[in-house]
């Protein structure tokens, strides 16, 4: 079971209210909208991935790396960790 399974209907109703936003971008490109608004919509999306990532992660950490900590799922607790930490890694670069 992934760490996210219990909040995966959840996470799929934020995914899709952010693909409505992404295509309410592209429409207002098509319609020529001024660039400042085009732009605080791209940062509300950019956002809201943000909050998923932020949230998986979490997940992840209090799940995945804590089984393999306890020695539950076969993995090392140490990969685990190094693991989240690549992931934090690339979030903090985005």
């Given amino acids: 079971m992934r760490g996210y399974e219990v909040s995966k209907d ?3 109703a934020r995914l899709k209210r952010i693909e409505g936003q992404v295509r309410g971008l592209q429409r207002m490109i098509e319609e020529d909208t001024y660039c400042i608004d085009v732009l605080t919509q791209v940062s509300a ?3 809201a991935l943000r909050g998923v990532a932020l ?3 979490d997940e992840h ?3 995945c790396v ?3 900590a306890q020695g539950e799922d076969g993995q090392s607790a140490d990969a685990m960790v190094t693991e989240a930490s690549a ?3 690339r979030l903090v670069r985005s």
């Fill in 55 to 57: 949230g998986l992660l």
């Fill in 66 to 68: 804590a089984n393999a």
């Fill in 10 to 12: 959840d996470y799929l």
């Fill in 61 to 63: 950490v209090r799940h």
């Fill in 87 to 89: 992931a934090i890694e």
């Fill in 45 to 47: 999306a950019t956002s």
